[in-house]
């Protein structure tokens, strides 16, 4: 009777009892990765390394020049609000040009006040409003800076100063 569950062929006295030795197939071959597969993983890593690395250099970029500009509009805001309390003769007197101390602006404790300073440099610029001289002053506070990538950075904000206050030279504009 035959064997209907072995799937090999029978030993037989031709073959000497034993079973034939089995074939390895042609497109068998052995485990593992060629050296075209490795060197195409890799590269495909190293450039997903490269772009993440431009990509954190530039967020890192735009990052300190975000914080620096909302540091610079702070800085022009204090200034302005120091000016507006001032005497119409006290900003009269103001010169034409100047630079500004942050030591002016800021709390002169605060802890990093030397790293401002080496950091902005604030300009503040006084002169007469054409057809108000005497009257009015255009005021424009200017801030410079160095951004981590080396380039110059500006923030600049201008406001008008009245002789009578902002309110009275509105009302009388108005009225005229």
């Not at 431009?54 to 609000?81: C, F, H, P």
């Not at 709390?107 to 108000?132: C, H, M, N, Q, W």
């Not at 110059?152 to 009225?175: C, D, V, W």
Request: net charge positive; with cysteine; glycine share 6%.
């Amino acid at each position: 009777m035959e064997n209907l569950f072995c799937v090999c062929p029978a030993a037989t006295p031709e073959t000497g009892g034993a079973r034939p030795p089995r074939r390895r197939p042609r497109f068998a071959r052995a485990s593992g990765f060629t050296i075209a597969e490795v060197m195409m993983a890799s590269f495909v890593m190293i450039f997903g390394i490269a772009s993440a690395i431009i990509v954190l250099q530039s967020g890192l970029r735009s990052l300190d020049t975000a914080r620096n500009t909302t540091l610079a509009s702070q800085l022009i805001q204090s200034e302005m609000e120091r000016i507006r309390l001032l005497s119409w003769s006290a900003v009269n007197a103001l010169p034409a040009s100047a630079p500004i101390d942050i030591g002016e602006i800021l709390p002169a404790d605060l802890p990093s006040i030397s790293e401002l300073r080496s950091r902005f440099t604030i300009t503040r610029e006084v002169s007469d409003v054409t057809g108000k001289t005497g009257d009015m002053k255009e005021i424009d506070i200017i801030v410079r800076w160095r951004g981590v990538d080396g380039q110059n950075h500006i923030r600049a904000s201008s406001t008008h100063y009245s002789r009578e206050g902002l309110y009275a030279y509105y009302y009388t504009k108005a009225r005229s």
